[in-house]
């Protein structure tokens, strides 16, 4: 089938270049300072949860992370109650151990090995499911001229078939979130990260409707191929992708 392609880190930048340190207020009105740990340990605190360290009211900055999306990572799930991306049923009959992260039941290594797998995906090209994340179209014909009021970058002069990468920023002009944006010709096409995608899709409607359509994606999967082979694997399905660069942005039959 048809399928869009993400040149370059696209798809995944938001979850590899999130900001370290967030703000998010407790119940009693408290901050804390919540910081996204980045060691090697695959527990769910550190894949995708948050681990927390009360600081005092004057050192606190104007970031503000979820709270409510942080007491839900915290508390976590039974695998029984968690989502699933398209390929979950692929997953698990390929061998791979299942984990909880963000809300969904996702594979964290096959039975290769995590570092068999690392290195195959520096030497050659590895593919990872990142369906978990959010997709969403921004269509009107005012899209991007709005987006702009919520991601402090140019969207406006963005190329068709190009993208970029951006943030949600609050009143006080702290990082909500991180994400990345194409401009598909008759929408905008924006990912978010997984963790947060409710709130961040909320956060559009409330802000960008109803002068433009905010629409979540939900009927199809998400892949991201990562690796030096991966022109040359994408290039075999389809020779359009050859002449792709960095932040390129194609439709492709694969």
């Known amino acids: 089938g048809r399928t869009s ?31 996204r740990r980045r060691d ?21 900055g104007a970031a503000v992370f979820y709270p409510k999306q942080t007491a839900k990572l915290k508390r976590g799930r039974a695998m029984s109650e968690l989502l699933e991306t398209p390929l979950h049923d692929l ?27 690392h290195v195959h995906t520096r030497e050659k090209a590895g593919l990872f499911d990142v369906s978990h994340m959010g997709q969403v179209k921004v269509s009107g014909a005012g899209a991007a001229q709005a987006l702009e009021r919520l991601i402090p970058v140019d969207i406006i002069g963005l190329g068709v078939d190009r993208q970029r990468y951006g943030m949600f920023t609050n009143d006080q002009g702290g990082i909500m979130d991180d994400l990345m944006l194409a401009n598909r010709g ?10 947060c995608k409710g709130a961040d ?15 979540e994606i939900t009927d199809r999967a998400l892949l991201a191929l990562q690796g030096p082979a991966s022109e040359a694997v994408l ?11 960095f932040m390129d942005v194609a439709t492709l039959s694969l």
């Open 40 to 60: 090697s340990d695959l527990r769910q605190t550190d894949r995708g949860g948050i681990t927390c360290a009360s600081i005092s009211r004057a050192k606190c």
């Open 186 to 195: 008759d929408h905008i096409f924006v990912v978010v990260n997984a963790a």
């Open 91 to 117: 997953h698990v009959r390929l061998g791979a151990k299942m984990v909880p992260f963000a809300g969904y039941s996702m594979p964290v290594q096959y039975p290769l090995g995590v570092m068999k797998e």
């Open 235 to 245: 290039s075999a399905l389809d020779p359009k992708a050859a002449g792709m660069t």
């Open 5 to 35: 392609i993400a040149g370059a880190e696209g798809a995944t930048a938001p979850e590899t270049l999130r900001q370290k340190d967030r703000y998010c207020h407790t119940d009693s009105g408290e901050r804390r300072a919540c910081v």
């Open 201 to 215: 899709i909320a956060h559009m409607k409330t802000h960008l409707e109803p002068e433009v359509t905010v629409t």
